[in-house]
Nanobody, 120 residues
Framework: QVELVESGGDSVQAGGSLSLSCAAS????????MGWYRQAPGKQRELVAA???????NYADSVKGRFTISGGNGKNTVYLQMNSLKPEDTAVYYC??????????????WGQGTQVTVSS
């Protein structure tokens, strides 16, 4: 029984900034990684950024230098600082946690999504 809750989505002008937050709670034995995905209408859900329990970070090429992911340890929280936002960043952003719960294998858990809209 694991729950992820995101917050921070909003509507902003191009060039603006937003910060997203996600907290995972419930029956968590250990976390492998946490991250952020996004999905625009008519497109596949894509990885934006991820951080492992050891602190390694990965970013999509389209957001490198603009977005920063942090957290992923302790209280099982993860953040995404988004700067220099572009209209192409408009999407629903989903928090993801890959973790061991009360089952012998890991599973992926997802938040409900938060809308980010960037206008010109």
């Amino acid at each position: 029984q694991v729950e992820l809750v995101e917050s921070g989505g909003d509507s902003v002008q191009a060039g603006g900034s937003l910060s997203l937050s996600c907290a995972a709670s419930g029956s968590i034995f250990s976390v492998i990684a946490m991250g952020w995905y996004r999905q625009a209408p008519g497109k596949q859900r894509e990885l934006v950024a991820a951080i492992t329990s050891g602190g390694s970070r990965n970013y999509a090429d389209s957001v490198k230098g603009r977005f920063t992911i942090s957290g992923g340890n302790g209280k099982n929280t993860v953040y995404l600082q988004m700067n220099s936002l572009k209209p192409e960043d408009t999407a629903v952003y989903y928090c993801n946690a890959r973790l061991y719960s009360d089952q012998p294998t890991w599973g992926d858990y997802w938040g409900q999504g938060t809308q980010v809209t960037v206008s010109s």
